[in-house]
T-cell receptor
Framework: DAGITQSPRHKVTETGTPVTLRCHQT?????MYWYRQDPGHGLRLIHY???????DKGEVSDGYSVSRSKTEDFLLTLESATSSQTSVYFC?????????????FGPGTRLTVL | AQRVTQPEKLLSVFKGAPVELKCNYS??????LFWYVQYSRQRLQLLLR??SRESIKGFTADLNKGETSFHLKKPFAQEEDSAMYYC???????????FGQGTILTVHP
């Protein structure tokens, strides 16, 4: 497995509380991504980063914010968690080489919002 | 808009039978196509990419640009192939990928 870790791996929280998920990589890859995985929807991109302090919105960014202050860390924040944000969150990284753009995934964080 | 469609949510076959997981895409330009596999409660792993045209774990996938399809095939399914399979397209803009909804493959003994 690529050197990607996510923390926490599991979290239960209450509606209205802030939550921050962390993705850490040791591969020095330039691009990082946050996805959510839901039955019937597959993986949907929340936000992505193309460098330190360079981030942009993905397909389902409402209610989420991100930050990347170091190459190795990409944080996903739910400012005020809602039950609709109960999901499994995956971080991914990639470093385009020779036109190849495969992504490597972290182990996932299972978030439950009560 | 970029779109990847996997028409089957669930696919069941018996061990030793052939299996085909369908994937159709709608994408501007010439995207890269990938198949990822996710075994129970594990991280996604890259299975195949169309550029390399390789066979992994007996799986192959042929890109048909005319039909905009990238179906995944294996001639003889094994029980350990039971997993969620995702087709993905993209990679041209900041490496972003668009994923299909996924197909859960179950191989019965």
């Amino acid at each position: 497995d690529a050197g990607i870790t996510q923390s926490p791996r599991h979290k239960v929280t209450e509606t209205g509380t802030p939550v921050t998920l962390r993705c850490h990589q040791t591969e020095n890859h330039r691009y990082m991504y946050w996805y959510r995985q839901d039955p019937g929807h597959g993986l949907r991109l929340i936000h992505y980063s193309y460098g330190v302090k360079d981030t942009d919105k993905g397909e389902v960014s409402d209610g989420y914010s991100v930050s990347r202050s170091k190459t190795e860390d990409f944080l996903l924040t739910l400012e005020s968690a809602t039950s609709s944000q109960t999901s499994v969150y995956f971080c991914a990284i990639s470093e385009p080489r020779g036109g190849h753009n495969e992504q490597f995934f972290g182990p996932g964080t299972r978030l439950t919002v009560l | 808009a970029q779109r990847v469609t996997q028409p089957e949510k669930l696919l069941s076959v018996f061990k030793g039978a052939p299996v085909e997981l369908k994937c159709n895409y709608s994408y501007s330009g010439s995207p890269e196509l990938f198949w990822y596999v996710q075994y129970s409660r594990q991280r996604l792993q890259l299975l195949l990419r169309h550029i390399s045209r390789e066979s992994i774990k007996g799986f192959t996938a042929d890109l048909n640009k005319g039909e905009t399809s990238f179906h995944l095939k294996k001639p003889f399914a094994q029980e350990e192939d039971s997993a969620m399979y995702y087709c993905a397209a993209g990679g041209t803009s900041y490496g972003k990928l668009t994923f299909g909804q996924g197909t859960i493959l179950t191989v019965h003994p």
